[in-house]
Structure formats: C-alpha cells, structure tokens
C-alpha cells in the first residue's frame, strides 16, 4: 500500500447538498467483501446546488436520505462527493493522426461523455436500467493522460507527468496507462455496470478505444467508521481536510484551481501470507493496531502517528521499515494525498487494493513510493500491476462540457 492508511474527519467546510431522485436506501442484496480506505467526509467547494425539493430532513422524523451528487458543479463529485462501495474505472485511447484531428476527437469525446454522465446524474435517466431502483449516489470523474496532453498542447499543470519506474514492479501495460480516464462510482455495482456500458458506446461513437476496465469495492460501514482493508487493517483514517486539500490536492488559483492529478494504482496483495503472520509482527510491518486502528505510539484511531518516539533501548516504537513511518507527511514536509482507494477481487490468487490518490503534484506519490519501494515492511505481501496517471478536471458548469479550458 503506497501510502499510510488513513481517512478523513468530518470537514468543516460547507458540505454539498441536494437529495434527488434516488434516496439512502441500501441496495438490496449487494454484499461486498471488506474494502479498501473512504474518504467520509466530503472535500467539498460550496458550489454543488440543492436538489429539487430543497429537502434536508425526513417528512418521517427519521435521519435524512442521503443528497444526491449533481453532476454540473466547480469540481467534479467523483472526487468532492462521500465515497460509495462500488466503483469502475476506465481508460480510453484516442487514434493519433494530426493535432488538429486529434483534438476535435478529444472534443467530441468530452462532450459525449459530459452528455451521458449528466444524463445519468437526473431524476430521469433515459436508460431505463438506471430507472426505479434505490439510492445509488453516483458520481464520476473524467481526467486526461500526460501522454494526450503532451501530444496535443492542452492546457493541464506543468507538473502532470507519467511515473516514473520503481522497484518491484510488474506492471501490465494492458492494465494501465491510457489517454483519457474515466471511473464511475454507486452504492450498488449494478449502476456503475450499466453507467461503463453507456459510457463505453458513447467513447466508440466519438472515435475512442476502449484500454482497460476495473472494478472495485468498499466496505459498508457505519456513518464515521473507517472501513478496514483485506488485510484487516482500517484504512483511511486521516485524510486532509479542506484547508490541506487548497494547499496539496487542488490546483492552485488560476484555471487549474478545481482540478487535481489522479495517481491510480492496481496492488496485488498477498493476504493468506500476511493472515499467517502473528498479530504483533502484522501490526509492527503496518505501524497500527489491527483492533482499532490506533498508531503504536497513541491510544486512538485519530492520534497522529510519532514516528520519532522511541523505546528504553533506543529503537523506534512505529519501526523504520513500518508502512506508517516511510509514508508519513512528515518525512515529505507535510504534504497529504486525498486517498479513494478500493479493493478489488479478481480471483484467488488476484485480490488487492485499487489506489486511487489525488494530488496537486504527482512528484509527491513518487517520493512516497521510492521510500516504500526501498524499505516498507509490507513490501513481500505486495506487487504493483498496473499504474496510471491523470488530469482530473474542473467540473462543468450547467449547460457546459468538460474540459472547456484544456483549449487556452
């Protein structure tokens, strides 16, 4: 796992509201394996609008349904909307001909895709698979590769760049990478399923090549708890809050300020080995107890790791190799990642974490990860296999498509 796991506290920034077509009903009959790391409290910009009925409590007294994530906004509700259980990512190629080509390919790609996602996000889906079920949640998100954005001059951070190659990796170039990336996200898989579909027809219709899909999952749990990852450890328990997010996950003033750079990574974890390790030598290898998620050096979930503090004989109580030490913020001067990871089970001997990080720099994951490649603890019971990067856009406003300034 490439960084510590953590998840955020309430925020208290003003949170997104709205309560649409769908409420918070549990879908029915969707069971889930436990997950990987949830981003609870939303990173929100105070832009998103209520929804129709303005609704904020139950006509029944009872707690209020979930809001709805509107599609149109300042950033995309992929990123600032709750977490829900099921997701799936995609990636697209664009065929290379001339820049010019390219780039009304890449409009029309935006823009069929802004047509089909908004579509979805409304009271009335067109598709009628999307149609009368419970609440699902859906958000998405669209970002573009450094590759498509090099080749065609847009206008994304100066610091979006592919990853550089760290030890220990096997990736398949047929599981990452891509041109433009896309991942669709519910509280139950059967919308993300139906949601790929359309939005893998509407790419083919603009000119786009399917790259690769993956699908994922996230433990349910209790408003405020923090899921645990398939290594039983809870994952997610200190993600930024609003004031961190401005300084290391959005775009800085400007025309990239309500967008971020995606780090997706596909972690094959070895979980019967790490299972047949004592308890102690698993929570040494993480830095935190496996019960409630506590650093070894607090008491509780939420107290911020020392990894400075030692013990009578002079060794480290968080160990050097431990993955909380090595992915710290303090050894990377404070900078946080937003993580929205989930997990993912592929077959017996396929199982893992599906990495989904966002940031202002990409250079910072890469710090992170050559600490971890050259160290971490729980580096045998780990294989990276895929690995992409991303431009994650600013939203679209009503009556807008994305990726409006990529033209600039």
Known sequence: MPTE???????????????????????????????????AGELADGSRTPGRDGATGSATGGPPPEAAAPFHGARQAGVTAPQPVATRLLAFDLPQTTTAADRDTLRGLLGALTRTLAAAATDTPPDPRLQ????????SLVGVGPALATRLGLDVPARLAELPEFPGDRLDPARGGGDLLLQVSADDP?????????????????????RWSQSGFLQRTAPGATPRNLFGFKDGTANPDDEAAR????????????????????????????????????????????????????TAEHDEPDIYAKN???????????????????????????????GYDDGPADRGLLFCAFMRDPAQ????????????????????TASA???????????GTLGEALWA
């Not at 994951?365 to 990276?384: I, S, Y």
């Open 5 to 39: 796991p953590e998840n955020p506290r309430p925020s208290p920034g003003p949170a997104a509201t709205g309560i649409g077509r769908r409420r918070a009903l549990l879908a029915a009959g969707a069971v889930f394996a436990a997950g990987i790391g949830a981003a």
């Open 132 to 139: 009368g079920g419970t609440t699902t949640r859906l958000t």
């Open 190 to 210: 059967w919308t993300p399923a139906v949601l790929a579909e359309l939005a893998t027809a509407a790419a083919r219709s603009a000119g786009a090549v399917p």
């Open 247 to 298: 300084q290391w996950v959005w775009g800085p003033a400007g025309p990239h300020e309500n967008g971020t750079v995606l780090v997706y990574r596909r972690i094959r974890m070895d979980t019967a080995a790490f299972a047949a390790l004592p308890e102690d030598r698993r929570q040494l290898a993480m830095g935190r107890r496996a019960g409630d998620g506590a650093p070894l050096t607090g």
């Open 312 to 342: 009578p004989d002079g060794s480290y109580v968080i160990p050097a190799t431990a993955h909380v030490r090595l992915s710290s913020p303090r050894l990377d001067g404070g900078a946080r990642m937003l993580r929205r990871g989930y």
């Open 365 to 384: 994951f890469t710090r992170v990860q050559n600490r971890l490649a050259a160290r971490d603890a729980l580096n045998p019971f780990l294989e990276h």
């Open 389 to 399: 990067v991303a431009y994650v856009l600013p939203g679209a406003p009503v009556g």
